[in-house]
């Protein structure tokens, strides 16, 4: 766990880590100190029947960006947070999330949908391989690959 901690500041004192991230993921870290061993977190975590559940693209105009997925690919308006700028777009399920924030034109983080998600649970055995799960700001949780790249793990 020392070792947990001693990366989150490095990564904070480089710039990498908002002072935000690092309080939800010692907050997570504390948490997660009585959490089932890396066996016991691995059987309840189906990778095997996991999928990818949405991609979320940051966007310049959404209204223009939502025509575009209508037209383009028959998707319909799933759910939207008006209050946080958010349309999700796809058939019967979420497949493409579009948030209206900067910078635009990119990727603000893929989702990957588990079978029997458990975020405390879930949260130990990215910990215990040496992954900061962040919280999210809706549903599961935020790990960041060697890139920086966030993958959000939610409910399949």
Known sequence: MEAI???LVSRFEKGSLSRRD???SLALLAAGAGVPTIAAAQANIDFKNAGIDHVSIRVADLDRSTSFYQKMFGFTVVSQDKAQHIVRLGNSKVLVSLNDSKPTGTIDHFSIGVPRFDAKTDAGYF???GAMPLQGDYAGFHVKDPDGVNVQ???R
């Open 22 to 24: 690092l309080v939800q």
């Open 5 to 7: 901690i001693s990366g």
């Open 153 to 155: 793990i939610s409910q």
């Open 127 to 129: 910990t215990q391989r």
